[in-house]
């Protein structure tokens, strides 16, 4: 069954280091979603990307954050100069466009630390 | 307004017996309503879902009941079973607006014990 995967599982970086989270989504997907959970709390939205560009996204990202699709097959999430507060894990997903409601596939996460 | 709200945080459940998670909204623009499972290590993976038109909707021990009017939906698994214990989370989407960000709950925490 195709899934979403997502590199690396764990990251371990320096407040104000830049990071770049990377996903493959599912092939044949259309759109593709960021999400966060801080430790203990509730994955929360980031960001929707489709057609090269984002669609949506909610008031975290803000101009720290930037996506990107550079190839045919990645979805990259990078963040500028990171926070303590960016410590969560981060979600890929992606849908197939075939509704508003189609479902999100979610990949395993990747667990950011910032120290 | 944009918020879901879930309870239990936890729950514990002997193996055979019901599990009852419940969730309510403010926002009446939600109109889809999904459960996501979440296993140790693994993203979330829709489990069934249910829009406003109906009052229950079943998948096998699986049992989404919605109350439009009081604005709260609830999750029943059936004979739960120790591969049950996972974490749920309950969402929703505004799908009418053509958003497709999932505003999720904050989860509870499943074990069925043997």
């Known amino acids: 069954e195709p899934e979403v995967t997502q590199t690396p599982s764990h990251q371990v970086t320096q407040m104000g280091q830049e990071v770049i989270l990377r996903c493959v989504p599912i092939s044949n997907h259309l759109y593709f979603y960021w999400y966060r959970q801080i430790l203990g709390q509730k994955v929360e939205f980031l960001v929707s990307?489709?057609?090269?560009?984002?669609?949506?996204k909610s008031e975290i990202f803000d101009d720290q954050f930037s996506v990107e699709r550079p190839d045919g097959s990645n979805f990259t999430l990078k963040i500028r100069s990171t926070k303590l507060e960016d410590s969560a894990m981060y979600f890929c997903?992606?849908?197939?466009?075939?509704?508003?409601?189609?479902?999100?596939?979610f990949g395993p996460g990747t667990r950011l630390t910032v120290l | 307004q944009q918020q879901v709200k879930q309870s239990p945080q936890s729950l514990i459940v002997q193996k055979g017996g019901i599990s009852i998670i419940n969730c309510a909204y403010e926002n009446t623009a939600f109109d889809y309503f999904p459960w996501y499972q979440q296993f140790p290590g693994k993203g979330p993976a829709l489990l069934i879902a249910?829009?406003?038109?109906?009052s229950e909707k079943k998948e096998g021990r699986f049992t989404i009941s919605f109350n439009k009017s009081a604005k709260q939906f609830s999750l029943h698994i059936m004979d739960s079973q120790p591969g049950d214990s996972a974490t749920y989370f309950c969402a929703a989407i505004p799908e009418d607006t053509g958003r497709r960000a999932l505003t999720f709950g904050s989860g509870t925490r499943l074990q069925v014990q043997p």
């Open positions: 990307f489709y057609n090269n560009e984002i669609s949506e």
């Open positions: 249910i829009r406003p038109d109906v």
């Open positions: 997903a992606s849908s197939d466009g075939a509704g508003t409601t189609d479902t999100q596939y």
